[in-house]
């Protein structure tokens, strides 16, 4: 009977050896699937991150052309308002020169306040980039419209000026109406 006791023993034995040989096997397997799929996992998710990584930098580079955009735009808006402006006040800078030039030399209360309303005027209109375009160094077809011919000014030298000329920021804002020697 011990014999017998003992030859159970050692199959039950033995059957637990393979029983957990066939666990081991199922468990490696699983070990490797878990591994391959933990790397597949791993793989898919590195390239997710990549792509949303590209997302990301595309809307900030997107966002950041907008934001370039619309401050051009802004600018170039705020020029076209201030240029719009300032040629409506050459009409009153013109038209105090006019008043000034009728007054002649006679100095009246009345026309030392125009003189220094059109100075104050013309000082504003500087801050603002706004300037008389010059007429000294000769006929600028930029700058000047000949409208004539003066006959005692040498060639291509200005003779007389009919209205004078502004630029506002570099850019010609009215050109100098001139008379030019032939």
Do not use: C, W
Request: charged letters at 30%.
């Amino acid at each position: 009977m011990a014999t017998e006791q003992n030859q159970q023993a050692q199959e039950l034995e033995q059957e637990q050896v393979e029983q957990d040989t066939v666990q081991t096997q199922a468990d490696t397997e699983q070990a490797e699937v878990s591994v391959e799929a933990l790397e597949e996992k791993i793989a898919q998710l590195e390239g997710d991150l990549k792509l949303e990584k590209a997302r990301t930098a595309n809307a900030v580079y997107e966002a950041q052309k907008s934001v370039e955009r619309i401050q051009r735009e802004s600018e170039k808006h705020k020029d076209t308002v201030l240029e719009k402006f300032a040629k409506e006040l050459l009409e009153t800078v013109d038209n105090l020169e006019r008043a000034i030039a009728a007054v002649g030399e006679e100095k009246t209360a009345f026309s030392e306040g125009v003189e220094l309303t059109l100075k104050s005027l013309l000082t504003t209109l500087e801050k603002f980039g706004v300037v008389v375009v010059d007429t000294a160094n000769g006929f600028n077809a930029d700058l000047h419209q000949a409208v004539g011919i003066d006959p005692n000014a040498k060639t291509n030298e200005i003779g007389n000026v009919l209205q004078k000329g502004y630029t506002l920021n570099s850019r010609l804002l009215r050109p100098a109406m001139v008379m030019v020697g032939a």
